[in-house]
């Protein structure tokens, strides 16, 4: 089982820059689906992006546009780039691995889920 840890949070100002990046303890060239998830705090934890091994990719419509998933298979190593960020992109920011891209995936779909990257965005 490969583990994903994540990290690149931090505080920074609207409408700043942040890259998150999920490093895998193993190759990541067998995994079909890699996501981002957050969750702010009194809210679910929901989708914000996905990625395929061949680059397809699907996001949230809150983040569509600002925010870029990718993924280095070579450095087993996926990234999420949030550009013009607001503060209600305030959250911890998850990634995790599934068989399948989806558009909408509850997660609870999940097994488990790693430590989390806080992202905060406040002047």
């Known amino acids: 089982q490969v583990q994903l840890v994540e990290s690149g949070g931090g505080l920074v100002q609207p409408g700043g820059s942040l890259r998150l990046s999920c490093a895998a303890s193993g190759s990541i060239a067998s995994i079909n689906a890699i996501y981002w998830y957050r969750q702010a705090p009194g809210k679910q934890r929901e989708l914000v992006a996905g990625?395929?091994?061949?680059?397809?990719?699907t996001y949230a419509e809150a983040v569509r546009g600002r925010f870029t998933i990718s993924r280095d298979n070579a450095k087993n190593t996926a990234y999420l780039q949030m550009h013009s960020l607001k503060p209600e992109d305030t959250a911890v920011y998850y990634c995790n691995s599934y068989w399948r891209l989806a558009r909408t995936l509850d997660a609870g779909n999940f097994a488990s889920w790693g430590q989390g990257t806080q992202v905060t965005v406040s002047s």
């Open positions: 990625i395929t091994r061949d680059g397809r990719t």
